[in-house]
Structures are given as structure tokens and as C-alpha cells.
């Protein structure tokens, strides 16, 4: 199936009350996390990034495992730069590759300068996310395994934290660890919990509830659940064909557990500015956590923008102005 087609199969899946329910654009930041590396955070990010771009929005996803780079397998595509050329000058521009309407800035696997960046590298990714804000409705970032400040950093400057668990007793013991450095080092106030991979919805009920009782009792940080995406035989095929699964298998039991996931996040999107409107409105460059530091500006959304700050310094959405479409660069085909 060609890319057009998928992408016009998963339009026509939705009512128009369900492309309509965001009123305007909505610029987002989700990052993909999981404590654990082999929960499926790459996958769940490529086809996150998938069903935001099928439906029109300008997206972008970010190889955050930088120096153990493999987006660009998932997306089927061999990029020839990474984001090592541009923390070494190159525009952002010059490095993007695009496949199946996504665009993605890739890390270089094996790279030893870029497992070694520390500062210098969180430095680079705080202008990077700077200028993608401006050029791009949703950023997805597939982060690494592990808690180090650069990864739990990168996920501190996203407006929505995604964490992916599984049914292995190491995966909640690591998902924990990861939200309690969040919690205590970040102030990030919510995250949105993933069950991936699970064989049943009791498995999953499970999963949550003993993540729950953990957080509740010692954390207090708010936990939302996300609808669990169960395993699907079809997923590895997608993958090895570098095409995402809800392109490849639309009516997919993993892709329809997909569009859920994303229908949820846009339902807490719109609470989120509805709660904001209620209360207090910031222009644009308010206070957001920088990668690494939690503590001072992502950066800027396009000229007519209105930053909707949402509690916390690293939670902040941009709602733009009815009919605003200014700013956009052109972008590599």
C-alpha cells in the first residue's frame, strides 16, 4: 500500500467530530521514556509520530538514544548526517530526512562522541528544540534507556511524558526509578503511563495498578493511564519493513490500541487548555525545563502564538491564533 493511501485510510477511520476535537493547532512535545530499554518505546514513538503526521500535523521525531541510534531503521531510510553534525555547526535543516510524511533527526549508532557529549551535548539539544518548536506541530522524542541527566533531562522539556512499561518485574522497578527522578530532580508533576506489549487487559490492569500503589504511597506524582497497546505479531513485520505499523496494518489490533493512545493525549491536550484559559495565560518563552537543567526556556512558537503554561515548568502547550500560519521554513523533501 502506497503512503498516500495509508495515510488517507487512517483520515477516513476518524469522524469529523474526531479531527475536529483540537480547535486550532496545538504545538506538543511528547516524550517516550521507559526506564528499561526493550519496552517498545521506539516503535510506539514511530508510529505516535506516524498518526500525528497522517492527519495533517508537521511532525518530527528525535532519535534520542543518540549514540545507539535506529529510527532510521524503523522508518526504513539511511541517512548520511546526524545530529553530531549539527552539534558540530550544520543547520538542522541540512540533517533531516523524511519518510512516510514524518521528518526525523537521527543519532549515529556506535558514536562515541556522542555517548560523550555530556554538557556540551544537552547544550546543543536546548537550541535544537528551540528551533524545531517553531517549524513543527508535534516533536516525538524516543529517548534512551536509562535515568542519566541527559536523557531524564530531554524528557523533562516535553509537555507530555509518555512512560512505557511492560509485564517484566525490571520494567516497573525501572519505570519507578524513572519517575521518581523526575519527580524529586525535575518537578515534573504528570506522566502518562503505556502498557506495550501486553497479552490481555488484565495484564494491563495489573501492570498499572502495581505501579500505582508504588507511586501513590511514596512519589505523588500524578499517573495517567494510557489505553494499553496489546502484542501483535504484525508489529516485527511492520519493523523489519521500515514502515509503522498503523500504516502497513491499519485495522491492526497494536494500530487501533494506537489511535486510542492518541485520541486520550488529545482529550488531556484540550484539558489542559481549558484549564489554562480558565486561569492565567502566558506569551510565548515562559519558563519551560531546558534539556538537563529543568529549569529555563525550550523556546519560542511562531509570531501570534499563546503559551498555555500547565502547572509545572516543564509542562507547556501552544494553542496558535485562528488562521495564523506564518513562519513555517520550508522544509527538505
Do not use: W
Not at 514511530?46 to 500525528?52: G, K, Q, R, S
Not at 492518541?262 to 518563552?285: C, M, P, Y
Amino acid at each position: 500500500m502506497k503512503a498516500l493511501d495509508q495515510a488517507a485510510t487512517l483520515r477516513a477511520r476518524r469522524t469529523p467530530d474526531e479531527r475536529s476535537r483540537l480547535p486550532h493547532r496545538v504545538k506538543r512535545i511528547l516524550a517516550v521514556s521507559g526506564g528499561k530499554g526493550g519496552v517498545g518505546k521506539s516503535s510506539l514513538s514511530v508510529n505516535l509520530a506516524a498518526l500525528y503526521a497522517c492527519r495533517g500535523e508537521r511532525t518530527i521525531i528525535l532519535d534520542g538514544d543518540f549514540a545507539m541510534a535506529d529510527l532510521n531503521l524503523l522508518l526504513g531510510v539511511a541517512p548520511s548526517r546526524s545530529v553530531l553534525d549539527v552539534l558540530q555547526g550544520e543547520s538542522v535543516d541540512s540533517v533531516l530526512v523524511q519518510a512516510h510524511g514524518i521528518f526525523l533527526l537521527p543519532g549515529l549508532n556506535g558514536s562515541h562522541q556522542l555517548a560523550n557529549f555530556d554538557g556540551m551535548l544537552r547544550t546543543g539539544l536546548r537550541r535544537i528544540l528551540q528551533e524545531l518548536v517553531v517549524d513543527f506541530d508535534t516533536i516525538v522524542i524516543d529517548t534512551a534507556a536509562g535515568v542519566d541527566d541527559t536523557t531524564m533531562g530531554l524528557v523533562a522539556s516535553a509537555t507530555d511524558v509518555i512512560l512505557v512499561v511492560n509485564a517484566e518485574p525490571l520494567s516497573l522497578a525501572d519505570a519507578y526509578a524513572a519517575l521518581k527522578i523526575l519527580k524529586t530532580r525535575h518537578g515534573v508533576n504528570r506522566v502518562l503511563i503505556a502498557p506495550n506489549n501486553v497479552q490481555s487487559e488484565q495484564e494491563s490492569e495489573t501492570l498499572l495498578q502495581q505501579l500505582r500503589a508504588l507511586v501513590d504511597r511514596f512519589l505523588g506524582i500524578e499517573v495517567v493511564n494510557l489505553p494499553s497497546v496489546p502484542f501483535d505479531g504484525q508489529l516485527n513485520a511492520a519493523c523489519a519493513a521500515g514502515i509503522p505499523l498503523v500504516m502497513a496494518r491499519p485495522d491492526a489490533p497494536a494500530s487501533r490500541a494506537l489511535c486510542r493512545m492518541v485520541q486520550k493525549i488529545d482529550g488531556l491536550t484540550l484539558d489542559d487548555i481549558d484549564a489554562s484559559a480558565r486561569g492565567s495565560t502566558a506569551k510565548v518563552g515562559s519558563p519551560t525545563s531546558e534539556a538537563g537543567s529543568g529549569g529555563a526556556t525550550v523556546g519560542a512558537a511562531r509570531p501570534g502564538s499563546t503559551t498555555h503554561v500547565r502547572g509545572t515548568p516543564s509542562d507547556v502547550a501552544v494553542l496558535e491564533r485562528p488562521g495564523d500560519a506564518s513562519g513555517a521554513r520550508s522544509r527538505p523533501e
